[in-house]
């Protein structure tokens, strides 16, 4: 089976300006979770959903992240205006409902604010 | 509260057996992880231990649980220069939504 597929692979940008990444997920795969993993540290949950709908945004940072999945299927997270510390791999993941045996990552999309 | 801890480094030689150890808080996580990530790569699933198990053998790992203490181990024989990369302990939690939280990483490398 196709992995997760993420792009941009690698994006810099200057800080206030925006960024958007896109994720399609594994075919059939109902969940959806995109996590920021900052250089040195483990990766960390920004949101998740479940087909189109959001289960869990509690670490977003809603003043300047926004997410979408639309049709349930390729979802798109947004930085605007983005900051220096926002610079991380954003990380997608897919799973079937109550994927006990865990997540699918894609490679990740590495991002640069300078 | 939701917490994974692990050492951030491990040194071994090739050959040796490496063990990579994780605690947690959360008493109520089903399922623990071990994932590895390699340099410029996504995370890979290496195995997966269901809280009513101690061990779990898979091939060259060996994962065991001590769900009292809260401690999760990854054992790796026979360690090759292949196994080099970061190794992340985690943990499935239940909170709003079930989830996964995931330590900070333990880097090991290997000695010739």
């Known amino acids: 089976e196709a992995g997760v597929a993420q792009s941009p692979r690698y994006k810099i940008i200057e800080k206030r300006q925006s960024v958007a990444f896109w994720c399609n997920p594994i075919?059939?795969?109902?969940?959806l979770y995109w996590y920021q993993q900052i250089l040195g540290q483990g990766p960390k949950l920004l949101i998740q959903f479940q087909n189109n709908g959001v289960v869990d945004d509690s670490q977003l940072p809603k003043d300047r992240f926004s997410a979408e999945r639309l049709k349930g299927v390729d979802s798109t997270l947004k930085i605007q205006p983005a900051k220096l510390e926002d610079s991380a791999v954003y990380l997608c993941a897919s799973s079937t409902d109550g994927a006990g045996y865990g997540y699918t990552f894609g490679s990740g999309t590495r991002l640069t604010v300078v | 509260g939701e917490d994974v801890e692990q050492s951030l480094f491990l040194s071994v030689r090739e050959g040796d057996s490496s063990v990579i150890n994780c605690t947690y808080t959360?008493?109520?996580?089903?399922?623990l992880y071990w994932y590895k990530q390699e340099p410029g790569a996504g995370l890979q699933l290496l195995t997966y231990i269901f809280s009513n198990m101690d061990m779990k053998q898979d091939q060259r790992l060996t994962v065991l649980l001590n769900k009292k203490d809260k401690h999760l181990s990854l054992r790796i024989a026979d360690t090759q220069t292949g196994d080099s990369a970061i190794y992340f302990c985690a943990e499935r939690v239940y909170s709003s939504a079930s989830k996964i939280i995931f330590g900070s990483g333990t880097r090991l490398s290997i000695r010739p």
């Open positions: 959360d008493s109520s996580s089903t399922y």
């Open positions: 075919s059939g795969h109902a969940t």
